[in-house]
């Protein structure tokens, strides 16, 4: 699993999601994570992390948000070399086949949709984490 000292960030509109997010965090024994309302803020929050050497470890993005979506929070975060393999996990109440497609054609490292509790946000960082532990490995 992610290191005790690593970094997240909760890029979401929902005060309520963001508030699972967080208590899944807190009763895996990580620190508090970063949060930002929107994907203009989360981009912001993204590029000061990487500026000040200490990228995020995973970054959770809401789909539907005001600024920027997630998916073009997505699509700048891989555009952007100092970024482009920071993992990310979308979540959205977006179940169509297209939504999800998209975020996968965009290089997203997972996806959670609404509505979900603790335990999905746990079993979806570890199946994260396994896979990107499994690529480092073998390329």
Same mark, same amino acid.
């Given at each position: 699993?992610?290191?005790? %000292?690593?970094?997240?960030?909760? @890029?979401?509109?929902?005060?309520?999601?963001? *508030? =699972?997010?967080?208590?899944? #965090?807190?009763? +895996?024994?990580?620190?508090?994570?970063?949060?930002?309302?929107?994907?203009?803020?989360?981009?912001?929050?993204?590029?000061?992390?990487?500026?000040? %050497?200490?990228?995020?470890?995973? @970054?959770?993005?809401?789909?539907?948000?005001? *600024? =920027?979506?997630?998916?073009? #929070?997505?699509? +700048?975060?891989?555009?952007?070399?100092?970024?482009?393999?920071?993992?990310?996990?979308?979540?959205?109440?977006?179940?169509?086949?297209?939504?999800?497609?998209?975020?996968?054609?965009?290089?997203?490292?997972?996806?959670?949709?609404?509505?979900?509790?603790?335990?999905?946000?746990?079993?979806?960082?570890?199946?994260?984490?396994?896979?990107?532990?499994?690529?480092?490995?073998?390329?």
């Amino acid at each position: 699993m992610f290191k005790k %000292n690593s970094r997240f960030l909760i @890029v979401e509109d929902s005060s309520v999601v963001r *508030e =699972i997010i967080r208590q899944a #965090l807190e009763q +895996m024994d990580y620190k508090p994570a970063d949060e930002a309302e929107n994907g203009k803020l989360g981009w912001e929050k993204i590029l000061l992390s990487v500026e000040e %050497n200490k990228p995020y470890d995973l @970054v959770f993005s809401d789909i539907n948000m005001p *600024e =920027i979506d997630g998916l073009k #929070l997505l699509e +700048m975060v891989r555009g952007n070399p100092s970024t482009s393999q920071m993992p990310i996990v979308v979540v959205t109440t977006e179940s169509e086949k297209q939504i999800v497609l998209k975020a996968v054609m965009s290089g997203v490292s997972g996806y959670m949709v609404k509505p979900f509790g603790v335990e999905n946000v746990k079993t979806k960082m570890q199946e994260v984490y396994a896979r990107l532990n499994s690529s480092d490995t073998t390329g």
